[in-house]
């Protein structure tokens, strides 16, 4: 099992910054892939970043290519979302997600879940 606990959401106004982690435990971190995926009210869950193990490959969804940033510390068994110039349509719930993989995994097929973390962002 791996346990997932996402930090760093919040409130922010349009044009601002937030950090978010995904503190991973209880197996070895640089074994998985990692994911960031979001969920808007009414909406699907979609892929915001991802991750390989040792962080050679990347992939971000198209709209948030130049504003987000995805990266992990291995030593730290943690992932990060560097998220800048926010814009009132990326609020949603977002998660961070593992799959033991050596790929870079772009859909849901992870195989654990954080419980998430909220990120508004206000006009």
């Known amino acids: 099992q791996v346990q997932l606990v996402e930090s760093g959401g919040g409130s922010v106004q349009a044009g601002g910054s937030l950090r978010l982690s995904c503190a991973a435990s209880?197996?070895?971190?640089?074994?998985?892939?990692m994911g960031w995926f979001r969920q808007a009210p009414g909406k699907e869950r979609e892929l915001v970043a991802a991750?390989?193990?040792?962080?050679?490959?990347?992939d971000y969804a198209d709209f948030v290519k130049g504003r987000f940033t995805i990266s992990r510390d291995n030593t730290k068994n943690t992932m990060f979302l560097q998220m800048n110039s926010l814009q009132p349509e990326d609020t949603a719930v977002y998660y961070c997600?593992?799959?033991?993989?050596?790929?870079?995994?772009?859909?849901?097929?992870?195989?654990?879940w954080g419980q998430g973390t909220q990120v508004t962002v206000s006009s």
């Open positions: 997600a593992a799959k033991f993989t050596a790929a870079v995994v772009t859909t849901a097929v992870y195989d654990y």
């Open positions: 209880g197996r070895t971190f640089s074994n998985y892939a």
């Open positions: 991750i390989s193990r040792v962080s050679l490959y990347k």
